[in-house]
């Protein structure tokens, strides 16, 4: 396709015959047309190959999560798959798996947690269950989004867990709490695949990830004192189960009050 003697992105000229990317702009050179050997290449080394990519960062981050992330903090990401990627590939299988596996959304066990109410506030519950139903709707509909706009909040719940210790800034935090999403995205996808044997999938999700999630911490800071950091971790998490299920309340606060109006 194109003209082999340049670039057919920027018009370099191709010094090299056996070039394979171009100096100026990164543009894979010659390019080659999209066809099954192609897309079979692209499969192989984007996606399967065991020492990049997507498997070989969700091996080493469940075989050897800390040393994974302090890599990619420190630079050496040349075989990493980007931990925003990771959250939208497993995102997606999460809910491709709960629709086909379990038969219901993400988020649907969660709405499901509220109790019925009797006598002169069994309204106003009835109003709030169905807030809840609706704000489940929408994280159905919008996972990969919400667990994008919870990124910030775990972070900072990190960043302030671990002031003064780590010596991360905060953007580093939302790099680390990406991989602990991952790593939990991961473990709901094994549960929903065990679901048929393993009771309250989502339970065990967040008991099992929070657990790993405390090991990983613990392997990141491994010059640190390990009972230190898991103090830390537990903070962090507190800090961040105890916001995030305040502003869950509110959300559907607002909802519900939308509702009567």
Known sequence: MGDAS??????????????????????????????WHFLSHELEH?????????????KE?????????????EGRRANQ???????????????FLSKYVLGEGVMDGFAASIPAGRGEVSE????????????????NQHFALFTL???????????????RFAGFNYPEWLVVAAFLTVQTFVFWVVMVLLSRWLPQPQMWVTLVSVLFAIFSLVQLFHERAWWKTLLRAILGFGIFFVVSSVLTQVLIAVVALAMFA
Not at 46 to 56: A, E, K
Not at 61 to 73: I, T, V
């Open 6 to 35: 340049m670039c057919i992105n920027c018009g370099l000229a191709v010094a090299n015959p056996e070039q394979k990317f171009c100096p100026a702009c990164g543009q894979p050179t010659p390019v080659h047309r999209i066809d």
């Open 46 to 58: 984007s996606v399967l190959h065991m020492d990049r990519g997507i498997l070989y960062s969700l």
């Open 61 to 73: 981050l469940m075989l050897r999560p800390g040393h994974l992330m302090r890599a990619y903090l």
């Open 81 to 95: 798959a980007k931990p925003l990627l990771l959250i939208m590939v497993m995102a997606a299988a999460v809910v």
């Open 124 to 139: 106003g519950i009835a109003v709030a269950m169905k807030a809840a139903e609706q704000v489940a709707t929408w994280t």
């Open 149 to 163: 706009l919870l990124l910030p909040l775990e972070a900072a719940a990190f960043r302030v867990a671990f002031h």
